[in-house]
């Protein structure tokens, strides 16, 4: 089945989750990231801001103007070292590194924040929703009393410790208006420890949730990560290429068309923009001929 698209272009632009390995050192920075993605036929790209938010109004001007004329769609990952769980003495900290990544990522022509969204500290995901989804509420409302339109997403999470089931992210989106998940494919699968979700069927699934909870238009602004990965019993180990893992890609891009989704594919394995290419030529034959040959 093709997807209501019909071209790559306006159903998914892919990227990469930071930098392109190969991009050169000259011009450098997230500018010369922004550049470089174009140059390898990619036209997205998710900054990784993620140790700290430091940058200049100037760099986000620049990274902004390269976005503009690469035609690159940028989003901003915020530093790691946020917790929507955090203790009440620690919760500023973290408050103002998701604030400076939406700030200044709005200035760098950035849409879309991504974010991890903590620990459950051993407590249960109601309970713990109950601190978080007043916290980031409070964020948005912050964020659009001076103007900034960015949309906040919550990141599932490769380990069942944390803050971050795609339930969990559904009720923060659900709640706040200005929120909408990130889809990291491979955290779900390796979430449970077991290998589950990674089937055709289970990948539509994932988005049978999303559509009860925010509607089928939830569908056409998606965005995704993925890579391979390795996991154990606790989840998450660490990112693999997508070909040295045991993640059905393609049958996750099939299910993408076959419901006619759209939105951003962002790569994070080891070999991030080689991996990128493969899955925008992956989905090219998939629309084209309705399967991945």
């Known amino acids: 089945m093709v997807s209501k698209a019909g071209n790559v272009d306006d159903s998914f632009v892919f990227g990469t989750v930071g930098a392109p390995k190969s ?4 011009p450098g920075g997230s500018p010369g990231a922004v550049v470089h993605s174009r140059t390898l ?22 990274i902004k103007d390269a976005a503009e004329e690469s035609n ?9 070292y946020i917790n929507l769980n955090a203790k009440n003495d620690e919760w500023p900290k973290s408050r103002k590194r998701l604030m400076d990544a939406a700030r200044y990522g ?14 459950y500290f051993g407590r249960p995901a109601d309970e713990v929703l109950e601190r978080a989804v007043p916290r980031l509420r409070e964020c948005v409302r912050e964020l659009r009393e001076a103007g900034n339109p960015v949309t906040l997403r919550p990141e ?9 089931s795609l339930e969990d992210t559904l009720v923060m989106a659900q709640e706040i208006k200005g929120v909408l998940p990130c889809i990291d494919i491979a955290h779900l699968h390796a979430r449970s420890g077991d290998g589950s979700t990674n089937s055709y069927d289970e990948f539509s699934n994932i988005l049978d949730k999303m559509t009860k909870a925010l509607g089928t238009q939830s569908l056409s602004d998606l965005h995704i990560h993925i890579s391979g990965i390795e996991y154990g019993p606790k989840g998450e180990k660490k990112h693999l290429p997508l070909d040295e893992s045991d993640m059905c890609y393609r049958a996750f891009l099939q299910v993408l068309a076959d419901r006619g989704c759209s939105g951003r594919l962002l790569c994070e394995s080891p070999i ?4 990128a290419m493969l899955l925008q030529d992956t989905w090219e034959k998939i629309i084209s001929h309705g399967h991945a040959s």
């Open 156 to 164: 599932t999470m490769g380990k069942s410790a944390m803050l971050g």
């Open 23 to 26: 991009t050169p050192s000259k």
């Open 106 to 119: 709005n200035l760098a022509g950035a849409t879309d924040i991504i974010f991890h969204p903590g620990s």
């Open 272 to 275: 991030m923009e080689d991996d």
């Open 41 to 62: 036929g990619l036209s997205a790209l998710e900054i990784g801001w993620v140790q700290s938010v430091r940058v200049t109004e100037p760099t986000c001007a620049k």
């Open 72 to 80: 690159v769609a940028v989003s901003v990952h915020a530093p790691y």
